[in-house]
């Protein structure tokens, strides 16, 4: 069984870091891309960003309302998928979930959602 | 980006009705739209990708049509347990990936 568990959502202050992590278990982590999706009750689901499987090149790709602040990364070793918030604002609060992107299990990836966390509040206020 | 725009944004309906939710693309996307199932304090659930192929895990009274633009979910016959809230997503044109605004469906 896919499971997907996030971790390290909290309270944090504007213009402040956060990481976040989310462990993987249940298929090969290395041969999926895995994705970063995000949701506040006034904007719906939002595409933070993802990162491809590693015989994919591990690149990633980022919305642009994150694109500089946010970085996606994943350790294969340990088939966790991070990310890293920085800059945040009051616009980030929102539920976050960690997804794995569609794929045939050799790495080529179909860039929709098969499987999500449960999701972590992160919440920025001072 | 692509902008993609669901109708309507909550629907009320009885035990056994056909529902149509409906999800417009502002440019062709082909077949590559997803569609999700949330339940309330649950994450989205993949319902259906490539426009009509239904996941794993769902009845068949649920379907999906569609080509291009103008694309359909369809529940043939409502059931208490697909109170929930719908939603599409394009994967044809990225980065950004981007989904519709949701649909509530609810009981009347």
Redesign the interface.
């Known amino acids: 069984e896919v499971q997907l568990v996030e971790s390290g959502g909290s309270l944090v202050q504007p213009g402040r870091s956060l990481r976040l992590s989310c462990v993987a278990s249940g298929f090969r982590f290395g041969d999926y891309g895995m994705s970063w999706v995000r949701q506040t009750p006034g904007k719906g689901l939002e595409w933070i960003g993802f990162i491809r499987a590693n015989s994919y090149g591990g690149t990633t790709a980022y919305a642009a309302s994150v694109e500089g602040r946010f970085t996606i990364s994943r350790d294969d070793s340990k088939s966790i998928a991070y990310l890293q918030m920085s800059s945040l604002t009051s616009e980030d609060t929102a539920v976050y979930f960690c997804t794995r992107l569609g794929g045939d299990g050799t790495g080529y990836y179909f860039p929709f959602f098969d499987h999500w966390g449960q999701g972590v509040l992160v919440t920025v206020s001072s | 980006a692509i902008q993609l725009t669901q109708s309507p944004s909550s629907l009320s309906a009885s035990v056994g009705d056909r529902v149509t939710i409906t999800c417009r693309a502002s440019q062709n996307i082909d077949n590559a739209l ?1 569609w ?1 199932q949330q339940k309330p304090g ?5 319902l259906i ?1 490539d426009a009509s192929l239904l ?1 794993t895990g769902f009845p068949s009274r649920f379907s999906g049509s569609g080509y291009g633009t103008a694309f359909t979910l369809t529940i043939s016959s409502l059931q208490p347990e697909d109170f929930a809230t719908y ?1 599409c ?1 394009q ?1 044809n044109n ?9 649909t509530k469906v609810e009981i009347k």
């Open positions: 997803a999700y649950k994450a989205p659930k993949l990708s996941a939603y997503q994967f990225y980065p950004p990936l981007t989904f519709g605004g949701g």
